[in-house]
C-alpha cells in the first residue's frame, strides 16, 4: 500500500474519531493510537482548532431576511390577479360531500404505498460488519448471502494456498 | 373504609400494577445471543443437525467433512454490559451489545487473540466467525441475537 493511501485511510479514522462515527472496539484502538502518537495528537487539537472558526463564524453569518420580501411580492401579485380574474363559482353540495372522501382515498392510497415500502425494506441486511480487525491475520468477511453472515480468519501463513476451487480449508 | 384504609389500597394497587411494567422496561433492553460452537473438520464424520444452518452456508465455500458441536450457551445481555464465553481451546468470547434499532443490534465481539468486530445484526441473522484451532479443526463460533 502506498504511503499516501496509509495517510488518507489514517486521516479518515482521525476524522471519524472526531466525529463520534466509530464504533466500540475502533474507538478505543484509535484512542490508544491518538494517546502514543503525538502526530495524531496534533492534528486532533486542529481538527478541535478548525470545527471551533467554522462553528464561530457560522454563528456570525447575518442571514438577510429574505422571506418577507417575498411575501410582499406576493400579496401584490394575489392583488392583481384578484383585479383581473372573475370570482370563481362557489362549489355545490356534491363537491362538498365528495372532496373529504377524495382526501381519504389519497391519504389510504399514501399509506399503502407508505406500508409497501416499508415491509418491503425488512429483507436486506447488507453491511452487518461495519468494523474487523484481525492483526496480521487476513480475514474474509461473506455478507450477502441470506441471512448469515461469515468472518473467516485465516492463518498468519496463507491459509487458503492450498484450498482448490473454495475459499478454505478446516 | 377509613381514610388510611384508602390510601393503603392505593399504595398496593399502584404496586401491584407498576412492578411488572418496570420488569418489562428493563427487560426491553436485554438481547438475547445464541452462541454455538462448533468444530469443522477433515476428518470423517457427521454434521451435528443442531448446525445445519451453519453447515448449509459453509458447505459452498470451505472444505471440511465433519462438523460436531461443541458448546451450545443461550445468553441474555443487557445493553453495554460485557458478556463472556469461554471457548474450548481456552481462549474467550466477549460480547458487548451497545444500541438496537430497527436495522438490528450493534455489538462489539471480541474473540481472544483472534479477531475484534463492531456489527450492526439483525434480529435472528446468524454471524459465523472461524477463528482459532482445535483438535486438528477450526473452530466456528455462531452468533444469533434475537430482541
Known amino acids: 500500500m502506498a504511503a499516501n493511501d496509509v495517510r488518507r485511510r489514517e ?38 482548532t478548525l470545527s471551533g472558526l467554522v462553528t464561530e463564524s457560522v454563528s456570525e453569518v447575518v442571514v438577510p431576511d429574505l422571506w418577507s420580501g417575498i411575501a410582499r411580492g406576493l400579496a401584490g401579485v394575489d392583488a392583481e390577479r384578484a ?37 418491503s425494506g425488512e429483507t436486506a441486511p447488507s453491511g452487518v460488519v461495519h468494523w474487523v480487525d484481525s492483526g496480521t491475520r487476513n480475514v474474509m468477511v461473506l455478507e450477502g448471502e441470506g441471512d448469515v453472515t461469515v468472518i473467516w480468519v485465516f492463518d498468519p501463513v496463507g491459509e487458503g494456498a492450498s484450498r482448490g476451487g473454495r475459499r478454505g480449508a478446516a | 373504609m377509613g381514610r388510611h384504609n384508602l390510601m393503603w389500597a392505593v399504595v398496593v394497587a399502584v404496586l401491584v400494577l407498576g ?63 460485557l458478556a463472556t464465553v469461554a471457548l474450548p ?21 471480541n474473540v481472544e487473540g483472534s479477531v475484534q468486530s463492531d456489527m450492526r445484526v439483525p434480529n435472528g441473522h446468524l454471524v459465523a466467525i472461524g477463528a482459532g484451532h482445535f483438535e486438528g479443526g477450526r473452530l466456528v463460533i455462531s452468533l444469533e441475537p434475537h430482541f
Open chain 2, 19 to 81: 412492578l411488572p411494567g418496570i420488569g418489562a422496561a428493563q427487560g426491553a433492553h436485554e438481547i438475547r445471543f445464541d452462541v454455538m460452537v462448533s468444530r469443522i473438520s477433515q476428518q470423517p464424520g457427521e454434521v451435528d443437525p443442531r448446525a445445519r444452518r451453519l453447515d448449509t452456508q459453509l458447505r459452498g465455500d470451505f472444505r471440511y467433512e465433519s462438523l460436531k458441536v461443541l458448546k451450545e450457551e443461550r445468553l441474555s445481555i443487557e445493553l453495554n454490559e
Open chain 1, 11 to 48: 486521516e479518515e479514522a482521525l476524522q471519524a474519531y472526531y466525529d463520534g462515527e466509530l464504533g466500540y472496539w475502533s474507538r478505543r484502538r484509535m484512542k490508544r493510537r491518538i494517546e502514543r502518537s503525538p502526530d495524531l495528537r496534533r492534528e486532533l487539537a486542529e481538527l478541535e
Open chain 1, 83 to 119: 383585479a383581473v380574474e372573475p370570482a370563481a363559482p362557489r362549489a355545490g353540495v356534491s363537491e362538498w360531500l365528495f372532496r373529504p372522501i377524495g382526501a381519504l382515498v389519497a391519504a389510504g392510497a399514501v399509506a399503502a404505498a407508505l406500508a409497501m415500502f416499508l415491509l
Open chain 2, 89 to 109: 481451546d481456552g481462549k474467550k468470547l466477549e460480547l458487548r451489545p451497545l444500541s438496537v434499532s430497527d436495522r438490528g443490534v450493534l455489538v462489539a465481539v
